[in-house]
C-alpha cells in the first residue's frame, strides 16, 4: 500500500452533514399545505442508489417513500391521499413536472391512504409503504416523487415539509413544485428519500434530507466533556486538519481519536484560542493539526473527531437530525459517521445514531493501491 500525498492543499471536508453537491446545509424549513383536492406536492430529481444499480420499489419487503408532514389533519374518512413516484413529463413545462392528466399524477408505484386510517404522522418523518404498483429505478434516473390529495374530505390539510432556501442557492435540479390549479415551482430544496424493496435506500443527487437541527453546548467541567462524529472511510488516507460549525467561547482542542469504541488514542489536535476566531457566535472554521499532521487513516476503520473545551467558559456545537439512523447515508461516511460523546474512556452514539455533528476532517492524499486495478487516488 502507497499513500500518495498532495502537491498542493487539495483537501476534502469528510464527516460534516453536507448535502451532495454544495458546501450549504439549510435547516430552516417551509411546509406545502394541500388543503383541496386535487392538490399536489411534488419533488424531482436523478436518484443515487447507495451501491449503484438499479433498484425495484414495488408493495414488498422494505419498500417506502420517506418524507415529512407537519402539523397537519389527515382525520375524515372521505379524504383519500396517495404517496408515490412518477415519471417526469418532457414534453410540458417549465417548471418541471410529473407525468400527469390536468393535475392527476400517474403514478407507477404509490401508498393510497384514507383520512382518519393511520399512515400519516405529523410532525415526524413518515416512511410510507406503498400499496399498489411497481417501479424500477436506474441509477441517475430522474424521477418524481409525489404527495397527492386525491380527494379532500372535510378540513384535511397534510403538510408537506421542505427545506428553505433563497434564489442564491436553489436549482433547477432537484426542484420542488405544487399543482393547484395548475403548476409552479417552490424556492425551497427536496425533502424525500426512497428505499427499494431489497432494501437499498435512494437520495435525489443535490437534495437534502432534515428532521431536526440543534445544538449543544458545554464547559471543561460538563460531562460528557468530549463531543464530535465518527468518522470511518472505505479508503486509506492522510488527515492533515479538522472542520467545524460551532460557537466559541473558550479555548479548546480538536483532538482526532484511534479506537473511539474501546481505548481511544490521541492520534492528531490542534488547539485553537478564542481570540483568533471570527466570532463567539457561530463561525465556520478550518484548523490544521499541530501534532499528527499528515496522519494515516486506515480504510474500514472507525475514527473520532472531537471538540474538548480546555476553559470554563461554553462551546455551541451544531447538529443536524434524521429522521432514521439510515439517512446518514445521504452524507458523506454514510451510516459509519454519527455523532458521539464521552467524559471518560469509550465514545458513545448520540440519539441512537441520529445526529451528526457539525464537525469533521480535511482529508487528502489515497491509497494507490500499489498501482493495482481499482486504486484510489486522492488528489
Known amino acids: 500500500m502507497t499513500i500518495a500525498e498532495c502537491s498542493s492543499p487539495e483537501f476534502r471536508p469528510v464527516g460534516m452533514p453536507l448535502r451532495s453537491l454544495s458546501p450549504f446545509l439549510l435547516t430552516s424549513t417551509t411546509d406545502i399545505g394541500l388543503g383541496g383536492t386535487n392538490v399536489m406536492a411534488y419533488m424531482i430529481g436523478q436518484v443515487w442508489w447507495g451501491g449503484g444499480g438499479s433498484h425495484t420499489v414495488d408493495t414488498t419487503g422494505s419498500s417506502s417513500i420517506g418524507w415529512y408532514n407537519g402539523n397537519g389533519t389527515f382525520n375524515n374518512a372521505g379524504t383519500s391521499f396517495k404517496v408515490g413516484i412518477a415519471a417526469v413529463d418532457t414534453s410540458n413545462g417549465p417548471s418541471g413536472r410529473p407525468v400527469n392528466s390536468t393535475g392527476t399524477p400517474t403514478l407507477d408505484v404509490a401508498a393510497v391512504l384514507t383520512g382518519g386510517g393511520g399512515g400519516v404522522t405529523n410532525n415526524a418523518w ?66 424525500c428519500a426512497i428505499r427499494a424493496s431489497d432494501g437499498t435506500r435512494g437520495y435525489f443527487i443535490g437534495g437534502q434530507l432534515l428532521a431536526g437541527a440543534g445544538s449543544q453546548s458545554w464547559n471543561n467541567t460538563s460531562t460528557p466533556k468530549e463531543y464530535g462524529n465518527i468518522i470511518q472511510l472505505p479508503y486509506s488516507c492522510k488527515v492533515y486538519g479538522a472542520i467545524y460549525v460551532a460557537g466559541v467561547g473558550a479555548p479548546f482542542d480538536l483532538v482526532l481519536y ?122
Not at 130 to 155: D, Q
Not at 164 to 173: E, G, M, R, V
Not at 277 to 306: D, E, R
Open 258 to 379: 484511534s479506537d473511539p469504541f474501546g481505548t481511544p488514542t490521541a492520534q492528531a489536535s490542534v488547539s485553537v484560542d478564542e481570540n483568533t476566531v471570527f466570532s463567539s457566535g457561530t463561525t465556520s472554521s478550518a484548523a490544521m493539526f499541530t501534532t499528527g499532521f499528515g496522519y494515516s487513516l486506515a480504510a474500514n476503520t472507525p475514527y473520532a473527531i472531537a471538540m474538548k473545551p480546555t476553559s470554563a467558559g461554553n462551546m455551541t456545537l451544531q447538529y443536524f437530525t434524521f429522521g432514521v439512523a439510515g439517512h446518514q447515508t445521504s452524507v458523506p461516511c454514510g451510516d459509519n459517521g454519527y455523532a458521539v460523546s464521552r467524559n471518560t474512556g469509550a465514545f458513545s452514539a448520540q440519539n441512537s445514531q441520529k445526529d451528526r455533528f457539525w464537525i469533521g476532517l480535511l482529508v487528502g492524499g489515497g491509497d494507490t493501491g500499489g498501482g493495482g486495478a481499482g486504486a484510489m487516488i486522492g488528489c
Open 126 to 191: 413518515n416512511e410510507t409503504v406503498p400499496t399498489t404498483g411497481t417501479k424500477t429505478i436506474a441509477n441517475g434516473e430522474t424521477v418524481a416523487v409525489c404527495m397527492y390529495m386525491a380527494t379532500r374530505g372535510g378540513s384535511d390539510n397534510v403538510q408537506v415539509r421542505t427545506i428553505s432556501t433563497n434564489n442564491s442557492f436553489n436549482a433547477a435540479i432537484p426542484l420542488v413544485g405544487i399543482y393547484n390549479s395548475g403548476f409552479s415551482g417552490q424556492n425551497v430544496f427536496t425533502n
